[in-house]
Structures are given as C-alpha cells and as structure tokens.
C-alpha cells in the first residue's frame, strides 16, 4: 500500500517557512490520498483523497473511497467522516466494523457498500463533537445524485475547513469565517469543470475560484487535495508553482498536496 507510512508522513509542510504550531495542543492533519475521482495514478497521487485527523490521541478519517476497501485497518481511526455518497469518497466503507461511520441522511440514502455497523447521522449545521473536536457539515453544491458536505473542524484554538468536491458553498461566510486553513477541491486549477442539469450547476470550481473565496473570507492559507489530472498528470514544479501565483493574486498561501503529506497546527 501506498498511503501512510512512517516514510511519507516524515514530510510536514511549512508555511512561509515555519511550522503552524500554536498552543500546547496540536492538531495533525495528514493527506492519506490526494487522488480524485480519475484512472491515473502516481506515487504522489496514488490513493482516494481521504483526510486523517489526529488530536488528543485521537484520529478521525475523513472519506473513505474504493482504494481503501479493506486498507482502513493500516489507518486505524476512531471515527470515519463521510462527505457524499460518490465511490470516490464512499466506496471503501465495506467490511469497516472497527468504528463508527458518520453521514448527512441524504448520504446514506445513496451508499451501496453493504452492511456498515455503527452507522451514524450527522445532521446539516449542527455541530457534533467527537472526542473533542467539533464537526460542523456545510451543504455544498456538487452533485445532485449525491449531495455532499463539507466539514468545518474546530479543536481547541484551531478551525480548518476540509470540502474535497464543490461548486458553490452555502453559507460561506459562516463555513470560512476565521479559518486557519482552507483545503479544498484539486479537479481543476484556472478553469471550472461544470454541467447544469434541471437548472442547477454540478462539478467543481476552479482552485483560482476557491482561492478567491478565501480572499473574501479573510482565510490566508490553502492546500488543495482530491487531485484532477491536471495536477496528477502535470509537471509537479510547474503546477506547484502555477498553484502558488495564484495564491499570491488573492492574497493567500497556496499548495497542493500530496499523498502522505503531513500538517501540524
């Protein structure tokens, strides 16, 4: 497998180099999978973008896609997250006995993976604790087949928004207000990847899209997960760099992430 080892995990980003450290408290967030919803595969996109949230001891895994059937064992949480129902996202969820699973109504309506003990409903805009970090579920635009959240996450003096696929957010500015860090959806970079069906918009805004979300929002650092092939099949030093000016025009540090990558707040 090629998600988390103790090699790959050894890389901590740093912003504006240094560490984001604050408190006595850290939150870790390690990028289990980078990879979205496409065919091609590299070794630093490699697995189903999935987050792993360590706190207090504590680790909680955000999506589980096809790529993790069978693999969640190796990652361990305590609690699983789920953001829609899409197989990228959900599809690895089969045979998970060893903790509970969280998802909106609407997700579990639509997820086909089989008997899942310790099924839980997590409810739009209404923040549930889990060991003590604080889950708040964003209604996003996305897809109308399956209709998706994204997590606003709160432990101690830190607040991270995690929104792997997305259109349009509801409510914004309440999801972004005051964030350490914004990460989000990899599918495109400048240009957006949209349909419309009964009138309504479905796919994903461009990172340059999101990025100026942040600078509406007042959110000053970025990293983009759930990778396209524009990112995984791109020349890495020149995205990279592509990702970062763009940042730069909206006022916010911007980076990709990579599969294995490890960010301590």
């Excluded at 086909?112 to 604080?134: A, C, S, T, Y």
């Excluded at 409510?171 to 959806?185: F, V």
Aim: with cysteine.
């Amino acid at each position: 497998m090629s998600g988390v080892t103790s090699e790959t995990c050894a890389h901590t980003l740093q912003f504006a180099g240094r560490r984001i450290v604050q408190g006595n408290m850290a939150l870790t967030l390690t990028f289990s999978g980078t990879r979205g919803g496409i065919d091609t595969r590299t070794k630093r996109h490699r697995m189903h973008s999935a987050l792993l949230i360590s706190w207090r001891r504590r680790r909680i895994m955000i999506d589980c896609g096809a790529d993790w059937q069978n693999k969640v064992v190796q990652v361990n949480p305590n609690a699983i997250l789920i953001t829609h129902a899409h197989a990228d996202h959900a599809g690895g969820l089969k045979g998970v006995a060893s903790c509970p699973v969280y998802a909106t109504k609407d997700t579990w309506s639509r997820i086909r993976v089989g008997l899942i003990p310790g099924k839980e409903v997590i409810r739009p805009r209404v923040p549930v604790d889990l060991f003590g970090i604080e889950f708040e579920a964003f209604p996003v635009e996305h897809s109308m087949r399956a209709p998706a959240v994204g997590y606003r996450i709160t432990a101690g003096h830190h607040s991270v928004f995690y929104m792997p696929d997305v259109v349009r957010i509801h409510d914004q500015a309440q999801a972004l207000q005051g964030l350490q860090l914004y990460i989000g959806d990899g599918a495109s970079i400048t240009r957006p990847i949209l349909r419309k069906r009964d009138g309504k918009l479905i796919g994903h805004a461009s990172i340059r899209t999101q990025l100026e979300w942040c600078r509406e929002e007042g959110v000053r650092r970025a990293i983009f997960s759930h990778c396209g092939s524009e990112i995984v099949t791109g020349n890495e030093r020149i995205v990279a760099d592509k990702i970062r000016v763009l940042g730069k025009q909206a006022g916010v540090d911007a980076r990709i992430a990579h599969d294995g990558l490890r960010v301590t707040l």
